[in-house]
Each structure stands twice: as C-alpha cells, then as structure tokens.
C-alpha cells in the first residue's frame, strides 16, 4: 500500500474509532489535512470494504441522536443532509426513525423539561418562548398548539 493511502487510512480509522461519520466527512477531513484525491478514494474505498464506513449506519446513529434531543425527524433529516450524507441512506433512515415517532409525547417530554412544574405557564411571554421553542425542534403548529393548550386545560383543572 502507498504511504500516502496508509496515512489516510490511518486519519480516517482513527477519526472513526471516536464517532460514526459520514462519507462526506470523511473526504472533508481528509482534504483538510491536504491528502491528495488518490489517496483519499482509496483510503475511503478500503474503509467501506471493511465496513467501517458506512452512511447507512451513519444517518441512523444521526438521526437517533438528534432525535433523543428533542427535534423533529425531517429537521433531523435536514441536518443530515447538510452534512452529506447519502441519500438514499437518509431515506431508509428516516422512515424508520418516523415508523416509531410520537411527536406529541416527544413535545410533552420536553415541556416538562423546560418547565416541570408548569409554575409560569399562565404568562403570555413564557407560552410563546415555549411554542417557539417547540416549532425550533422542528414540530409543526397544530402539535404545539395542542399540547400548549393540553397543558393549559390542565393547570386549570387542577386550579379548580
């Protein structure tokens, strides 16, 4: 093997013992540290045919994570996307990762989070912050305004 593959390969294993990447990462990182194209695609083809890269598992690790944090899959998606991977990857990645979503539990979870004892809920400005909050995750109106005002029927009740 080449010198300059071998080094390559070795940046890559390296960069993927910390974390999954992307191919695309993968190719950026390597150019950063002006390794020549050669180098780089053979590096890269020898990383998949050991199956140490690969988008697939990349886009579902990505995905989850993102997910675990609160956004909304295709926000998720997008974000993926920026980051390069492929993507008939992404796809299968996301209709698995949309197959098990509850985007109502998921906006609750986070609401109590934010907010666990729902002491400031009343206040007009903190009802905002939170549907701001919500819609930034990446979830759409009518989930937001349903479980804002879910919340809201509930801290009335109690009250009563």
Known sequence: MNPDIKAA???ALRMLTRREHCEAEVRQKLESRNFDDIAIDSAIEELKNYGYLNDSRYAEAFLR???QR???PW???AKARQKGVEALALQVALDDAEASYDGFQVCRELLSQRDPQRLRHDDERVWQRHARFLRNKGHDAATILRILNETDLKLHEEEE
């Open 9 to 11: 390969y070795s940046v």
């Open 65 to 67: 994570y993102r997910m």
């Open 70 to 72: 609160g956004e909304a």
């Open 75 to 77: 926000m998720a998606a």
